[in-house]
């Protein structure tokens, strides 16, 4: 009857909801980032389109195949903004959080993104605690300052709140992935999952690397150089850069698997390896991390 108190009785414990995903679902959750990323509403400000493209097309190459991407509509924005060839070169189809209820757009896809996690401002919830006779304020830290990200606090009741807006929205992104039963592979570029899900974290922030001005002088040089072999003061007298930067920089390119490298002497001969599949934006050093919680 309106007006009577509701009791919420989880029908599956957590074991059993993680059996569920990962068992009968087929869905394996991969988390690349330890920080919430509030892509939405005023927080979308801090989207990093130089830093998640490095990314996007990391997983695409890991994959062999375009994963397709929610996020908030402001993050997409960003992205073709940022490079609108390139973006649509590495990411298949889109969908923003807003636009997700009911959809089936990706039933049959198997690697997909979920990048940042929505937020709509402590208004909101301030808004549904006072609608239960609630009232909360964000917390502050030792120093004073409003807590953010992942140690955003609103209080027990508030909590309930934020983390119904945030991780569960999250959790439905992913659960949009491989929905004619055949499973998915998932990317999950926020921390805001429910605590009880099964995820493998496999990137931080300092894995992902995008290329410097500097790295990419390089490249644009190696290219035009004549013969098969260069020395580093043949890349080096044609760019803005020491030897020894432009040494460090060829030296990344030989330990990730595009150039080889001979010494000649007291110098390093230089040759192709495999520039013709290097990455655009940069890259990332994935880990190999078994699935924990939390």
Known sequence: MLGDDLLHKPILTEREKRSYLRDTLGISILQTTAAANHYSGRSGISVTPELDLVLFEAIGRRENTRPSLISSARAIEAYRNYDQGGFSNIIDETEHYSNLKGSNKFSTTRVGIVAGCPHYGDGYIQKWAALAGESVEIALDERGNRTKGMNQDFGSFGNQILWGMRENEVLQAVLRFGRDSGGAIVYVHTAALPQWVERSKIVDRSQIQPWSDG????????????????????????????????????????????????????????????????????????NDAAPVTG
């Open 215 to 286: 790295m990419v002088d390089i490249l644009q040089t190696i290219r035009k150089l004549d013969g098969d072999e260069w020395r580093t003061n043949d890349i080096a007298d044609q760019i803005d850069l020491s030897g020894t930067q432009t040494n460090t920089n060829l030296n990344t390119l030989h330990d990730l698997g595009y150039l080889c490298k001979r010494t000649v002497g007291r110098g390093e001969m230089w040759s192709d390896k495999n520039l013709a599949e290097i990455s655009t934006y940069g890259y990332v050093r994935f």
